[in-house]
């Protein structure tokens, strides 16, 4: 059976399922561009504290209510998608649990719905998109949000543009440069993807590719840039692989190679790392909060302190009050995705986490070699992991990223062969 494409060319011929619909789509498109939080600097200010602020948690609901729709549009294959993720079942399982011990049991429960939330909005994704209009709708939404930055920088200057802390450098819709940055680092690779994955569409994300190069150039970040490069080299790993055979065998021996002298670079050369990075051995306080963090950890480190309670607890006597303590200033989180899930859910939690991502990147290398859609999955995955190491992404409420990597965990789960069987 072949499909009439639509409006925005999403269709080709499926012998089981047509294309999303455009409501589908919009409701998509709008969920994710609330994920993005681009509407908090712009709406509310420099003072907006979601963590503090009603007005702010309730502006999340409509997208868990657009997920819930996009449920509602296929909830057989929402399971489907489901069963394949048990260690994420269990994540959020041990996230539920620690609301039990958490210091902050009010804390623990309101966040802990929004990260199931969070989480159920990417798995919704998963089971209603294939790799291509998975690819084409993070396209859109990154163009919007490249076109906003874009906008609300040259217009409004001082709302776009930083001028105390880092003075000229661009922060676009977000807080400050670096949320700018290290999104657009993201958005560069899955537009990327979203090129070779829509050839009808190529010429119109490449050039937003090069705007959000531009974009993440402004802001000055240099672990953005970073990021950005690394992310741009697994793209191009894995078109190459994905060539043929030969290419395949070329490219795996070079990557194997390239990622050795990387790790013997940061392993025997790391002053130089910092310098190119910008930053000093302590990674600009984060090793003091790691140490600060483990000695936490070892006070109760099978349990945690509960989900998300530990750095908004004002009582003085909490493990942040030690926190503070010792590293001398009030950090916002671990700046660790991994002592993150350690000090929050405890060590079980640390490992539902680790094993969800080692099945994620699992599914990812086998993907290189095999799914096209790695084009999309293994590049962000990438970037993912190195940002993971010095920032606390992973597993977190009403995060943008965190719904982009669970519903590319969840699809790697669930091919697109999966998806068309009924």
Not at 102 to 118: E, H, K, Y
Not at 302 to 322: F, H, I, M, R, T
Request: charge should be positive; hydrophobic fraction near 55%; include cysteine.
């Amino acid at each position: 059976m072949t499909y009439a494409p639509t409006s925005l060319g999403w269709s080709t011929d499926r012998p089981h399922a047509a294309a999303p619909s455009l409501l589908t789509l919009a409701a998509a498109i709008v969920m994710l561009l609330i994920f993005s939080a681009g509407w908090q600097l712009p709406l509310f200010g420099e003072k907006a504290d979601e963590s503090a602020s009603g007005l702010l948690r309730v502006a999340f609901l409509p997208a868990y209510g657009l997920a819930f729709l996009l449920i509602m549009g296929g909830p057989w294959n929402m399971i489907r998608v489901s069963v394949r993720q048990p260690f994420l079942i269990i994540l959020m399982g041990v996230v539920a649990a620690s609301i039990y011990w958490s210091i902050q049991p009010d804390v623990s429960i309101r966040r802990g719905f929004a990260v199931g939330c969070t989480t159920l909005s990417g798995l919704a994704l998963a089971s209603r998109f294939r790799w291509a209009e998975l690819a084409r709708l993070y396209g859109i939404v990154f163009c919007l949000l490249i076109v906003a930055s874009y906008a609300v920088s040259l217009a409004m200057p001082s709302i776009g543009v930083m001028t105390e802390l880092f003075p000229g450098a661009w922060r676009g819709l977000w807080m400050e440069k670096n949320s700018l940055g290290g999104l657009m680092a993201f958005g560069a690779c899955l537009l990327g993807a979203a090129a070779l994955l829509n050839p009808d569409r190529a010429k119109v994300f490449v050039v937003f590719v090069g705007l959000a190069v531009g974009l993440v150039l402004l802001s000055q970040s240099k672990t953005a840039l970073a990021s950005l490069l690394l992310g741009m080299t697994a793209l191009g790993f894995v078109w190459v692989v994905q060539r043929g055979p030969a290419f395949g065998a070329a490219a795996t021996w070079a990557g194997v190679t390239g990622a050795l002298l990387l790790v013997m670079f940061v392993l025997l050369a790391s002053d130089m790392l910092f310098a190119i990075l910008g930053k000093d051995a302590t990674l600009t306080g984060r090793t003091e909060i790691w140490t600060a963090a483990m000695r936490q950890i070892e006070q109760r480190p099978w349990q945690g302190y509960g989900y998300a309670a530990v750095w908004g607890d004002k009582s003085g006597w909490g493990p942040l009050a030690w926190i503070v303590n010792d590293a001398k200033f009030v950090p916002q989180h671990a700046h660790n995705s991994w002592l993150e899930q350690w000090i929050g859910i405890g060590l079980f939690g640390l490992i539902a986490w680790g094993l969800f991502y080692l099945q994620t990147m699992s599914l990812a290398l086998v993907a290189v070699y095999r799914e096209r859609g790695a084009m999309l999955a293994f590049p962000f995955l990438v970037v993912f992991t190195l940002v993971s190491l010095t920032e606390s992404i992973a597993v977190v409420y009403n995060d943008f990223r965190w719904v982009l990597f669970v519903s590319l965990a969840a699809k790697l789960a669930f091919s697109d062969r999966a998806h068309d069987e009924v």
